[in-house]
């Protein structure tokens, strides 16, 4: 106790603090569209408690993931070598996490484009296995943002107060602006098709980044920002028109 009370009083620490809290709201901000997907396939009456019980979860793997930071750490040590990259393990989850998130945003695009073949969605039609399989999802995908989270983290700063708090205020943020996200996805479905590009160059970006190619963050979400803004504009334009048309008729 004595020791949080010293970090509090030194300036470095509410630095960093803040610089992690930002980073960790907008890693979460992946995690979140593809939450926010996932759910808005079950049944209306299931989707908040999905969103709820998903992240809750999250929250609870993310603290556990920091309590063993030795080991996670570790996690960045070459295991083998190929076509003259050393493999670690981070790198191996960040890769499959990366074709996880490829494979299930190619699979959605189909089904918007053909929505004949929905009963191959292995997002089963009964709510049991659906809501576990969406839990299950939320918790695998969690899995790899959050290895990738916690070693940047522990780059940025030696104290464990520090990440728990900053992971703590994050996850909050992304369970209070889960339910808005959510529904704002579903009344737009031209949002789906954009939030699920986002998820495609995202499962690009750690496949690429797992094989030893470094890409910046800041390319990656403002080319994302760039493009919601496109779309922002085309839904005004759109919803002007309908307006016109409506005072016409």
Do not use: C
């Amino acid at each position: 106790m004595q020791d949080i009370l010293l970090l509090m009083q030194e300036p470095t620490a509410w630095i960093a603090l803040i610089t992690l809290i930002v980073m960790e709201v907008v890693l979460g901000i992946d995690n979140l569209i593809f939450i926010s997907i996932l759910t808005n396939k079950l049944p209306a009456v299931h989707r908040e408690s999905a969103r709820r019980v998903g992240i809750g979860l999250a929250l609870v793997m993310r603290l556990a993931l920091l309590g063993t930071v030795a080991w996670i750490v570790q996690l960045t040590t070459p295991v083998f070598e190929a076509f003259g990259h050393g493999f670690s393990w981070k790198d191996m989850i960040l890769i499959a996490g990366g074709l996880f998130l490829v494979w299930k945003a190619t699979k959605e695009i189909h089904h918007n484009v053909d929505p004949v073949d929905h009963d191959e969605d292995f997002i089963a039609s009964s709510v049991t296995t659906g809501f576990a399989a969406a839990i299950g999802q939320i918790l695998l995908l969690d899995l790899v943002f959050s290895v990738d989270s916690i070693i940047t983290a522990v780059g940025m700063t030696p104290h464990l107060p520090i990440m728990v708090v900053s992971v703590i205020v994050a996850v909050t943020v992304m369970l209070v602006a889960s339910g808005p996200l959510a529904r704002f996805i579903e009344k737009n479905p031209t949002i789906v098709m954009l939030a699920l590009g986002f998820l495609l160059m995202i499962g690009t970006t750690l496949i690429a980044e797992g094989a030893g190619f470094h890409v910046p963050k800041g390319y990656v979400y403002a080319a994302m920002a760039f493009s919601a803004l496109v779309e922002v504009l085309n839904m005004l334009s759109r919803r002007k028109r309908q307006r016109e048309k409506a005072l016409k008729q």
